[in-house]
């Protein structure tokens, strides 16, 4: 009997475009993944997300975005659209995926500077819709874990309401989290040989708040490495965490799963 499973971030825009997405969400459904909570990056994707999940509302959720990637000057006034979501039908269920991104920034300092402010300023207003709308949040640091902590520190934000996804920092930065009262969620990176760290962090955090996502369609867990990730993978990610914590696949599937329920409230 498949596992029951909840991918908790996943990219299917490019499923949806290309039309193949009945059959990605019939291999998710016969794999025993129960909900996928798709993650928006910009403006373009909002109604398609906001779409796709009217047509497969027993399956899909989806979140709000504007990634720190892809924020510019030309769309930061897109962000003025984006509690309008919460107002109409196949509302999300957070607001993400948001944060700071500092791992390919220009070498020119003044350009680099320029593009952290924006990402700073798209973070706060960001975080400041989530606490009005009482909504989660998920962040994205990538290389920017202190950064995004203090961003979030300095709003006020309620550390509860934030997963900080595909979480790339080392156990004592997740400690740090987890004492704040966020969480991180896991992907199949810890499937890859050389994600020691990943693990070490993974293994500090208490079972009680923790997720597990695809981020499809990247990071495909080992076997299905090289190919273009879907969320049935995801039961190799939990078989994987399952043998690091020493217990059932089951036992991960189930508390994972409740977690994401009560998080995203779903």
């Known amino acids: 009997m498949p596992l029951k499973l909840i991918d908790t971030h996943a990219h299917l825009d490019a499923y949806i475009r ?24 910009n403006p373009g994707e909002w109604g398609l997300y906001a779409e796709a999940v009217g047509r497969y509302p027993d399956l899909l959720s989806w979140q709000v975005g504007l990634h720190p990637s892809d924020i510019s000057d030309s769309n930061m006034s897109f962000l003025d659209a984006l509690p309008s979501y919460f107002a109409g039908d196949a509302t999300p269920v957070a607001i993400g995926e948001i944060g700071m991104d500092f791992h390919r920034l220009p070498a020119d300092n003044a350009e680099r500077e320029k593009i952290k402010e924006i990402q700073r300023a798209a973070f706060r207003r960001q975080l400041d819709f989530a606490r009005d709308l009482d909504v989660p949040v998920c962040v994205h640091a990538r290389d920017a874990f202190r950064e995004c902590v203090d961003i979030m520190k300095g709003a006020g934000f309620n550390f509860s309401k934030a997963v900080f996804h595909c979480f790339g920092g080392s156990a004592d930065e997740l400690r740090e989290l987890n004492g704040l009262g966020g969480r991180a969620s896991f992907t199949g990176i ?21 997720m597990f996502e695809t981020d499809c369609p990247y990071l495909a867990p080992v076997p299905c490495r090289g190919s273009r990730c879907e969320p049935y993978m995801l039961m190799h990610t939990i078989r994987a965490a399952a043998k690091l914590f020493e217990v059932s696949e089951e036992y991960v599937a189930d508390i994972s799963s409740r977690n994401a329920k009560a998080f995203f409230g779903l």
């Open 18 to 41: 290309d039309s193949s997405i009945g059959a990605v969400i019939d291999r998710a459904l016969e794999s025993g993944v129960e909900r996928i909570i798709c993650c928006s990056t």
């Open 190 to 210: 810890i499937t890859y040989a050389g994600a020691h760290e990943m693990r070490e962090a993974m293994l500090a955090q208490p079972m009680e708040m923790l």
